[in-house]
């Protein structure tokens, strides 16, 4: 068996599969090891691993509605994402599951998802004491505010609005992550059935022969005896494939790739969920304490008939300032945010190559705000209206010095749209650009049972087959997608 990608899904698989002995596994990695390494292993220290050597920091192309300056941070170590990101960890709804099985992926609503969540192997537990009280007096005033429930632990049961301090995937006393790689491989590196090639990039995949990778200066294949799966992630699985000449046929000839395979699907449905930022000078130093410098959050429901949010919020404990900068505003010495956000973005973009040498970044267009009834774009107008209700309410309001950005002069929803696309960043979630879907789905990469279209021994296992995104932050339902991945391959094993 061999894995593309020892990320956040391709840990999860390479572990279940190599427990069993008979079964020999190799993970091929890009990025070095993450053992022993507490730059990475610190959930804290998170920030300052983002455009460093363990990120592929990804530029996007220009976009006429959003901001066109943000990169995408995409991990290059062990672990993946994981291994990088802030590990809120989040269940998602059963009605997130419910667009999946709507949108042809048999076998992935909640019910049958619920197994795998039990099942995983990663810590997760809400922020532990002693938390901030910065974040205890945002949740506090939301809930005086907006009305909506205090929640304990948003993974307890379904929810359809609240605020809370969420639930991170870490070991409180430690302060380390429990990424993929800590959770599922860091105890089982002995198993002599488990090779994990670290450093080791994949640029080209032939399911008849092998992968083809770069290891320092050495170009070499490695075969599965059984089968392939890519678990590079969302923007480099189909990136492999494209080089690979798998995708869109018309799209691989203009670029002298030969076709292997018309499968045009491949990068499309680039999804993210963007977010702007409202942000505040701080009256006062905010105390350290902290899981990862954004504990708690809210979840509104702007149509009170709805059963699932449709507005969500990061509280940011620390000034995150790079777009505001970037703008003109202020960078005060304290200050703290809140996050508008897209939990289910209409806005959907597409990945392509530049060219056909393996070592230029593929051109990212996220389309962000481009959907047709404007959904997008009045969700973080409504976001930035309802983040000031909360900032006058205690005993959040007396946290604030001043509002610096947007700034209070602007208040027309064409003010803060314009305000709230320029300055909007991403949480760093692009998925469903192989995206899962029914045989008879024209623009699906993938089946149900994670098959590549058109070659029964590639299976694709990670953001990427995401049918459509979910409400909450998405890692959690990547590692479901691991589990259930190897699940499926264990059964055609057997
Ligand atoms: C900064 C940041 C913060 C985030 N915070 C959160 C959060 O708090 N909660 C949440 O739910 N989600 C969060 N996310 C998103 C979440 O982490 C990802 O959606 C998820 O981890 C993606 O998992 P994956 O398996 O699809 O890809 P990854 O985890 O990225 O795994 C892909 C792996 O493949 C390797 N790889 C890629 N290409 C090749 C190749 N060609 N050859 C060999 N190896 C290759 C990479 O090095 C990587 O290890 C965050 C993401 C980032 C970047």
Known sequence: MVIVGGGTAGSVIASRLSADPAVRVCLIEGGPSDVGDQRVLQLRNWLNLLETEFDYDYPIVEQPRGNSHLRHSRARVLGGCSSH???????????????????????????????????????????????????????????????????????????????????????????????????????????????????????????????????????????????????????????????????????????????????PGVGEHLLDHPESLILWEASRPIPPMSAMDSDAGLFVRRDPSAERPDLMFHLYQIPFTVNTARLGYDVPAHGFGMTPNVPRPRSAGRLTLADADPGTKPLLDFRYFTDAGGYDEQTIVDGLRLAREVAATEPFASWIAREIAPGPALRTDEELSAYGRAAHHTVFHPAGTCRMGAAGDELAVVDPELRLRGFPNVRIADASVFPTMPTVNPMVAVFLIGERAADLISADLK
Not at 126 to 131: G, L, Q, T
Not at 238 to 254: F, K, N, V, W
């Open 85 to 263: 990101n802030t590990m809120i960890s989040f269940l998602p709804l059963p009605g997130d599951f419910a667009d999946w099985v709507a949108a042809g992926a048999t076998g992935w609503s909640y019910d049958e998802m619920l197994p795998y969540w039990k099942r995983l192997a990663v810590n997760i537990t809400p922020v532990a004491e002693p938390r901030n009280p910065l974040a205890a007096d945002f949740v506090a005033a939301c809930h005086t505010a907006l009305g909506v429930p205090i929640v304990e632990d948003f993974n307890a049961s379904p929810f359809v609005d609240g605020t809370g301090f969420f639930s991170v995937g870490y070991h409180p006393e430690t302060g380390v992550r429990s990424s993929a790689s800590v959770s599922y491989l860091h105890p089982h590196l002995d198993r002599p059935n488990l090779t994990i090639m670290t450093e080791t990039w994949a640029f080209h995949l032939d399911p008849a022969t092998g992968v083809t990778v770069r290891q320092g200066d050495e170009v070499n294949i490695i075969k599965a005896r059984h089968e392939y799966v890519l678990s590079a992630g969302a923007i480099d699985t189909p990136r492999l494939l494209l080089l690979s000449g798998i995708g869109p046929a018309a799209d691989l000839e203009r670029l002298g790739i030969d076709v292997r395979a018309d499968v």
